[in-house]
């Protein structure tokens, strides 16, 4: 073959006769081709930021010069020509150009609230003008959105927005139901995303902000039950326990709630009819379930059994990626199955880390996991494989 291959892939597929040496020559010409100009874009991509933040130096060193109402119209109109852009790039097939004059679109927007509240004296919050900002974007957001390239930055901001709301706005519900509305958002705004990730509707006309919206709650479900479940020892959910627990009706609430999205898929066959989703609906009774039991079940001062229960989430995690043949998230889940296994020796034997000895120890013990992890994955994938 006149090319040498340097790929690890390109050289599994044509050992394994996937395709041909004619082939993979054509794949390095168009890779080569595609990073031919790479250097040239990237020196103008530079020059037009230089250009860009000379602009703002000049504009940030005569800002106290600028009239308020001057300063609000030009913003208004870059908005203006920013979002034409994007909506005619959409309209011409340039996803590229298209998204990222939404990305430009999304980031001015919100700046313009900030400079619209600076100019007029404002008193409203950040999570006011955040909460305007996923308002007033929603419906371009979604005319728009092709790609990662803005659904992601959109559906950070939106978490965002939730975490900053929660903190700034739940001081106005009485003190009884703060830390059982914040438990209750905890535990349903998962299921919601990775509802709304799983509607035909959004599969069928925008689907990568139905991938987005699944892929955020399928995360959010995992850290969320983690940092629950890691939180469980020495009773630190005493107080929001006995909150819980004080408020007539919460449990109940909750239990309805989990009994009837069960029987509503049982009655319509959902999962019959959608057999991938029976893995999803898994993982998300048992992300559920993982985060609402160290709110409600106290353990005591051990570190063992909370950690055992810990390990078993991920170990559960991972079985279901296996099934649907995700192996990220298997890789994903045997680091962090490791991790654990250490950080159960540190908690045990934690004054032997104050000492040489203990270190070593440590170190022995981690490059053990990482070796087992190694193979335990590597022996996962050979089987998916198969």
């Not at 395709?19 to 990073?35: G, L, M, P, T």
């Not at 308020?68 to 150009?97: E, Q, T, Y």
């Amino acid at each position: 073959m006149a090319m040498a291959i340097k790929h690890k892939k390109l050289k599994e597929w044509i050992a394994a006769g996937l395709i041909s040496a004619a082939q993979v020559e054509s794949i390095h010409a168009y890779e080569e081709d595609r990073k031919g100009g790479r250097f040239g874009r990237g020196l103008v991509g530079l020059s037009v930021f230089a250009i860009l933040v000379g602009v703002l130096s000049i504009v940030a060193a005569n800002w106290n010069e600028i009239p308020g109402g001057v300063k609000i119209s030009v913003h208004a109109l870059l908005n203006a020509a920013v979002g034409f852009f994007a909506v005619r790039a959409c309209g011409k097939g340039k996803a590229v150009w298209s998204e990222g004059g939404a990305v430009a679109f999304l980031g001015l927007s919100f700046t313009l609230i900030i400079l619209i509240g600076q100019v007029f004296q404002l008193t409203g919050s950040v999570a006011d003008a955040l909460m305007f900002w996923i308002v007033i974007t929603l419906p371009f957001f979604l005319l728009i959105t092709r790609s990662y390239m803005t659904a992601v930055p959109w559906m950070l901001a939106f978490l965002a927005t939730i975490c900053v709301v929660l903190s700034d706005k739940i001081e106005l519900l009485p003190d009884s139901y703060r830390s059982p509305f914040a438990a209750g958002l905890g535990a349903f705004l998962p299921l919601a995303l990775m509802a709304d990730g799983a509607v035909e509707f959004f599969r069928r006309h925008r689907s990568v902000l139905a991938e987005v919206s699944l892929k955020a709650g399928l995360v959010l479900s995992a850290l969320l039950a983690s940092a629950s479940m890691a939180m469980w020892p020495a009773n630190q959910f005493g107080y929001l326990r006995e909150k819980l627990l004080s408020v007539p009706g919460g449990l109940s609430i909750l239990a309805v709630g989990v009994a009837a999205i069960s029987a509503h898929a049982v009655l319509h066959g959902f999962y019959r009819a959608k057999p991938e989703m029976r893995h999803a609906a898994r993982f998300a009774f048992l992300g559920l379930f993982a985060f609402v039991a160290p709110l409600m079940i106290p353990l005591g001062h051990g570190h063992i059994a909370p950690a055992l229960v810990f390990i078993a989430y991920w170990a559960a995690l991972g079985w279901l990626a296996q099934s649907m043949q995700h192996m990220r998230i298997v890789s994903v889940a045997i680091a962090v199955i490791a991790f654990r296994i250490f950080m159960i020796y540190v908690e045990v034997f934690g004054s032997l880390m104050d000492t040489g000895l203990g270190l070593i120890c440590g170190g022995g013990v981690m490059l053990a996991l990482i070796y087992a992890a190694r193979r335990v994955n590597k022996r996962l994938r050979g089987k998916v494989a198969a």
